[in-house]
């Protein structure tokens, strides 16, 4: 059994910054894929960061420069570093692993951002 879980989300202004953490833990022989997506009220989800097990990355148009997404192998933990927050970028963000084909979710974290 594997558990994904985030944490790190809260209140936050324009400008701002947080960091949210992807802990995985439980049966899992290997980490493919991580990524973190977000879905904001009313609107479907969509992939906002991804890397792949050598490293590589993608981000959506509208978080690059401003997000960072990284791992700390040792402590299987993947981070999303938000900068330069914007109020579009509230959302419940989520994390997601792949491991031998399959995805596994954690359950979501809350980002608001807001004067």
């Known amino acids: 059994q594997v558990q994904v879980v985030e944490s790190g989300g809260g209140l936050v202004q324009p400008g701002g910054s947080l960091r949210l953490s992807c802990s995985v833990s439980g049966s899992i022989f290997r980490l493919d894929a991580m990524a973190w997506h977000r879905q904001a009220p009313g609107k479907q989800r969509e992939l906002v960061a991804y890397?792949?097990?050598?490293?590589?990355?993608n981000y959506a148009d509208s978080v690059k420069g401003r997000f960072t997404i990284s791992r700390d192998y040792a402590r299987n933990t993947v981070y999303l570093q938000m900068n330069s927050l914007k109020p579009e970028d509230t959302a419940v963000y989520y994390c997601k692993v792949v491991s031998a084909g399959r995805d596994y979710w954690g359950l979501g974290t809350q980002v608001t951002v807001s004067s």
């Open positions: 890397m792949t097990s050598i490293g590589n990355t």
